[in-house]
């Protein structure tokens, strides 16, 4: 057989073999990603349905509370804080109501009070906050000088809020203004706030450091 015959038949093996490996190479590749997605996807499912049984159980909270079961809803609602890493914006309100029916003065306006910077007046249950703060404030004053004994409260700061999709909130120092206004002796006296961007909003993560007393200035008052 000539040379240049068995020289192209070592080229085209060669390519063979190439293009083999290249296949093979490409399919573990491909099987690769196929497994990745797939894993992605069992991890989303299962992040979906943890979601909905944790709103199930909050569903259910809220029929104890509104038929009058103020005690089971209670458990319901603490179970649910105890379950998720991040606490729906409606739960503080369903907590901070049903606290109220349980006489935790309290715990109750401090977790209306997240509901209503969360949600500010266009929440769905804003106005009813405004309303169940109100009367818990009223009984809190007439409880401070009882000295009653409570069971243990849970107050917000301990856990960390969700501030919902747009993951900012308006700045509960400075209620939005990017200003806090002392007033003294001497007239209103106007400082920067520490907080906040230039537009009064905080981030989510900020927003759960304040409330813990944690968030560092990050700007110097004027």
Request: charged share 25%; aromatic share 12%; glycine share 6%.
């Amino acid at each position: 057989m000539p040379y240049c015959f068995r020289e192209l038949r070592v080229i085209k093996k060669g390519v063979y073999i190439f293009l083999m490996l290249f296949f093979f190479i490409s399919s573990a590749f491909m099987l690769q990603a196929q497994d990745k997605q797939l894993a992605d996807e069992y991890v989303r499912q299962q992040e979906q349905a943890k979601k909905a049984a944790i709103m199930r159980e909050l569903d259910s909270g809220v029929y104890y509370m509104d038929n009058g079961d103020y005690k089971k809803a209670d458990g319901i609602f603490r179970h649910v804080l105890a379950t998720v890493k991040s606490v729906p914006s409606d739960l503080t309100y369903y907590f901070g109501k049903n606290s109220f029916h349980l006489t935790l003065y309290k715990q109750s306006i401090d977790w209306l009070n997240k509901y209503i910077q969360l949600k500010g007046t266009n929440g769905q249950f804003s106005q009813e906050a405004i309303q169940w703060k109100t009367l818990a404030e009223a009984e809190f004053l007439k409880e401070k000088s009882k000295q009653a004994e409570k069971v243990q409260e849970v107050l917000s700061m301990d856990y960390d809020i969700d501030c919902g999709p747009s993951g900012k909130v308006v700045c509960p120092a400075c209620k939005g203004d990017h200003v806090i206004i002392h007033r003294g002796a001497f007239g209103n006296e106007y400082k920067t706030c520490p907080y906040c961007n230039d537009q009064g909003i905080l981030t989510c993560e900020e927003y759960n450091l304040l409330i813990r007393g944690k968030l560092q200035a990050k700007n110097s008052n004027r």
